[in-house]
């Protein structure tokens, strides 16, 4: 039961433009989402968080949406840059789980 | 203030035998989990400690055990090794497990031939 999921496992964008990734969830009990950026042979890197009382957090080039009634988010990276290639997770936890829940991963190739 | 460290950070072991991979989290975090990455797979969660209880565990089988100490490092044991079992595991620390940011290590590669 993949509660989780980034039906996307794949995403070319040109630098300079916007990236968006995409991720869905199925549990309404997650009341915290997170993205990390992984590249290969590391640990994933911690980019953005948002609690599900907001619908939208910003930190630099990355803005992280959430829809809690449809059950969606999305991290938005713009402007792209080469360096952001490389493999993003969303994750979602609900309070007192001690759990997060990952999905599989979407791969960003940013093109010069 | 220093990052997560697991060691090691690769392994080659054969069916059958057993293993033991080491996390020490950041200073100061008592929650520790663990997480099994295989291709396409995503993270799959395995188990979490805090304070030398787990507090919760995912869907692996009983050959994959943790324990943590009172210093919150944690240790995790896979026994009577797969092929399957081949995977990058990685440690991630966060001060409670509440509303925070977990923090991963760098992840050990186990190899099973």
């Known amino acids: 039961d993949q509660q989780v999921k980034q039906n996307s496992p794949s995403l070319s964008v040109q630098e300079g433009r916007i990236s968006i990734l995409n991720c869905d969830y199925t549990n309404s009990m997650f009341d915290y989402f997170l993205w990390y950026k992984k590249y290969p042979a590391e640990g994933p890197t911690f980019l953005i968080s948002?609690?599900?009382?907001?619908d939208k957090n910003e930190d630099g080039r990355f803005t992280v949406f959430l829809n809690k009634s449809a059950k969606h988010l999305s991290l938005h990276i713009v402007p792209s840059q080469p360096g952001d290639s490389a493999v993003y997770f969303c994750a979602a936890s609900a309070t007192g789980t001690y759990k997060y829940i990952f999905g599989t991963g979407t791969r960003l190739k940013v093109l010069a | 203030k220093a990052g997560v460290t697991q060691t090691p950070r690769y392994l080659i072991k054969t069916r059958g035998q057993q293993v033991t991979l080491s996390c020490s989290p950041i200073?100061?975090?008592?929650?520790v989990s663990w997480y099994q990455q295989t291709p396409g797979q995503g993270l799959q969660f395995l188990f979490e400690?805090?304070?030398?209880?787990?507090?919760n565990k995912g869907n692996f089988p009983g050959r994959f055990s943790g324990r943590q100490f009172s210093n919150s490092r944690s240790e995790m044991n896979v026994s009577t090794l797969e092929l399957g079992d081949s995977a990058l595991y990685l440690c991630?620390?966060?001060?409670?497990?509440?509303?925070?940011?977990?923090?991963f290590g760098p992840g050990t590669r186990l190899l099973v031939l």
């Open positions: 948002i609690s599900s009382i907001k």
């Open positions: 991630a620390s966060t001060q409670t497990s509440g509303k925070e940011t977990q923090y």
């Open positions: 400690y805090f304070s030398e209880t787990q507090r």
């Open positions: 200073s100061g975090h008592r929650s």
